[in-house]
């Protein structure tokens, strides 16, 4: 594993950091039984709106349109459809690793996080952030190999919002062409990995990577932390909170 040089989500208020975050799945994960009760999961996207890209000054997120049920994710450990709210992805600096979570010790270039938020239980995904069973993360990993074959529809339009607070739009993108082919998974119940940490999160992540290439990575290198007011010019790059310790958490493997 890289030896971690990234600067820990901590705030001036909060300087500990809480929240279990993105857990390491580092347990015997390929070795864990695969829990029979836990169903495989659905995504519904053929109707899925995508509204703009924007660059938050954390990572670059796409971002959907929310107002039914038009684009959900369901089944496996879920209770009821989570609606998609957004997706952004989280990456490592040249050549080091990226991921928020660890697979046996091993991370990954990147990770994508399909945000879905609980609109049965919840009247806003802001109140959804706060509430245990709120929201339904969808991680997947990136690893390094050939072009991805429908990335550059992401990483072409990065040039659009370079500085922080940048936002352009963005209709027309399905996030469907950036699934791997199987969709098993590990499941568990964690927190947001940035603040405001919210421990809201059920954590499903798939097993298999997607494959992008080095250049298709670099472009998101490209990214600044910083507005385009401020003279210093910061790069995004190393976004990825440490995974946190499993502290007794149970996860669950699908077939
Ligand atoms: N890296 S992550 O998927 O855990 C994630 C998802 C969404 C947010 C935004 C929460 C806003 C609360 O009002 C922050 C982090
Ligand atoms: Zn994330």
Request: aromatic share 10%; glycine share 8%; hydrophobic share 35%.
């Amino acid at each position: 594993m890289e030896k971690r040089t990234v600067p820990l989500y901590g705030t001036k208020t909060s300087p500990l950091l809480r929240g279990t975050g993105s857990l390491p799945l580092t347990s015997s994960l390929r070795r864990l039984p695969c829990d029979p009760n836990l169903g495989p999961i659905v995504l519904n996207y053929d109707q899925c709106t995508s509204l703009n890209i924007t660059n938050n000054g954390h990572s670059v997120v796409v971002e959907f349109d929310d107002t039914d049920d038009r684009s959900v994710i369901q089944g496996g450990p879920l209770g009821n459809p989570y609606r998609l709210k957004q997706f952004h992805f989280h990456w490592g600096g040249k050549g080091c690793h990226g991921s928020e979570h660890t697979v046996e010790g091993m991370s990954y270039a990147s990770e994508l996080h399909l945000v879905h938020w609980n609109a049965v239980k919840y009247k806003s995904f802001g109140q959804a952030a706060e509430a245990p069973d709120g929201l339904a993360v969808l991680g997947i990993f990136l690893d390094t190999g050939d072009d991805h074959r429908w990335l550059h529809m992401i990483t072409d339009a990065l040039y659009m919002v370079k500085f922080k607070a940048s936002v352009t739009d963005f209709k027309g993108f399905n996030p469907k062409c950036l699934l791997p082919s199987s969709l098993h998974y590990w499941t568990y119940l964690g927190s947001l990995t940035t603040p405001p940490l919210h421990e809201s999160v059920i954590w499903i992540v798939l097993k298999e990577p997607i494959i992008v290439s080095e250049k298709q990575l670099g472009k998101f290198r490209t990214l600044l932390f910083s507005g385009e007011e401020e003279d210093q010019r910061m790069r995004m790059e190393n976004n990825f909170r440490p995974p946190q310790p499993l502290k007794g958490r149970e996860v669950r493997s699908s077939n």
